[in-house]
């Protein structure tokens, strides 16, 4: 078998592993925080924390597969380290930079809704004072 196929395999499947053990902690981790951020509301932390994790595939799994060709061919097994390590890192940077993101809008979510909660509200008038005349 070519080297550059070996590579490619391994190169998959690490990636997806990766992806999936990525996906399932943010989606286990995530969600005690989606129910924070929404306010208790437990279906729709679910249904949020769902969507994130198929999107997060879907990104994720994209970027792997359009990353996947290279223009060189791997003549030996340093290359195909070299070649792995490199694919790898980025997909690893991929990955770390897409969790900040969500942790980053999701708090700032997090944040609105605790100032909403914590606002006090607006006071009424305690008692009315009639206008003076001729003053």
Do not use: C
Not at 102 to 131: C, F, H, K, T
Request: charged share 20%; hydrophobic share 50%; proline share 3%.
């Amino acid at each position: 078998m070519d080297r550059t196929v070996i590579a490619y395999v391994i190169y998959l499947l690490v990636s997806i592993a990766l992806t999936i053990w990525v996906a399932r902690t943010l989606s286990r981790n995530g969600r005690i925080f989606l129910a924070d951020v929404l306010q208790g509301n437990e279906k729709l932390a679910d249904a949020v924390n769902h969507l994130l994790v198929v999107g997060f595939y879907l990104v994720n799994l994209g970027f792997v597969a359009l990353y996947l060709s290279g223009d060189e061919t791997i003549e030996d097994t340093r290359g195909i380290f070299e070649a792995l390590s490199t694919k790898l890192g980025v997909v690893l940077l991929v990955l770390g930079v897409m969790h900040l993101g969500n942790v980053y809008v999701l708090n700032r979510i997090r944040r609105r809704s605790v100032m909403e909660r914590e606002q006090v509200p607006p006071v009424g008038p305690q008692d009315w004072v009639a206008p003076s005349v001729g003053a």
